[in-house]
Every structure is written in structure tokens, then in C-alpha cells.
């Protein structure tokens, strides 16, 4: 069943904030390729709370909208980040972010549960983000995880990789 924000982690803990994304792969000419995507983010130079700007990739994920379920989520960031359709295949996992929110100084705990899935079109919608994504690049599995920011998201693309293999190895 999916969760919606709030979900009780432990007594007295809750996850802060909930999002859900996507790991998307293709087939081109018998190579698959996997989606990522480049964002200009703000990262926190120091103790006197100053940030500086630079671009990293990712996978794409978001925010739950209220009422949203996770997949429908998944499937709706990555129409708006990576400017395609694709359908969910299966669950990969989660990954925990502790941040500290930016206007109130509160540490937070985001949940991101992140899908394996299929692309199928590519996506004319048009969607304005505070989040600027910078590129959007379809890549062999060595050079995504090469390029990727996060090491948990590292971890995600491969076990994507290793799930997709195992499920085309028995069709």
C-alpha cells in the first residue's frame, strides 16, 4: 500500500516529507540506457548558513501532491523533470535525506521511494519548477552511475539494472 505524508517511522519520529521518483530505462538498438537528469541546486557552503550554486545529476523524483499516491507521483515527476512518459515496472527502495529546510532552519526527514520504469513516449507537457533542470540525458548503465551525485542513487540504478536484467532473462 502506498504512504502519504506523516507516515511513523518510530515513536515519536515521523518522515517529514514523502517523495517518490523515478529510475527509467530504454532499449536503443539493443543497449540500455538509463534517464538522468541535470539540475542547478544550492548547496550549503558553512556553518553561517551562505550557499552556493552548481549543477549535479540525479534521477527524477518530487514532491507528493496532497491526496497523491507514490507511483502516481513517480510517474508524474518524471513526465515534468525528465519530459517523458514511461510506465512503472516494480518498487526498487527508498533512500532517507536528512535536510535542514532553508526559511526555518528545521532539520527534516524525506522519504523517497523510487520505481523501476519504462519509458514509452516522450512528453510535450509544459511544467515551470522552482528546480531549473538543466539536461536531460539518456546513458549506458557505467556512465549514469559515473555521473549521478548521490551515492544511495548509485545503489538504486544498479539494483534497477540487476532487476531489469533478471526480468528479461525470463521472457
Known sequence: MDKKVGTKISDGLFYDERSAGGIVYRIEEGTT??????????????????????????????????????????????????????????????????????????????????????????????????????ERAWLPFEEATAKLAYDSEKVLLRKAKERLESTLKTK
Open 33 to 134: 540506457k538509463w534517464l538522468v537528469i541535470k539540475t542547478a541546486t544550492s548547496k550549503r557552503t558553512g556553518a553561517k548558513g551562505g550557499y552556493r550554486n552548481e549543477a549535479i545529476y540525479k534521477l527524477p523524483k518530487g514532491h507528493l501532491k496532497k491526496g497523491e499516491f507514490l507511483k502516481a507521483a513517480a510517474v508524474r515527476e518524471v513526465e515534468e523533470e525528465g519530459k517523458i512518459k514511461a510506465k512503472v515496472i516494480t518498487k526498487i527502495g527508498s533512500n532517507n535525506y536528512n535536510i535542514v529546510d532553508k526559511a526555518t532552519r528545521k532539520k527534516i526527514i524525506k522519504k523517497v521511494t523510487f520505481f523501476l520504469m519504462e519509458y514509452t513516449e516522450d512528453s510535450r507537457l509544459r511544467y515551470f519548477d522552482a528546480e531549473v533542470v538543466l
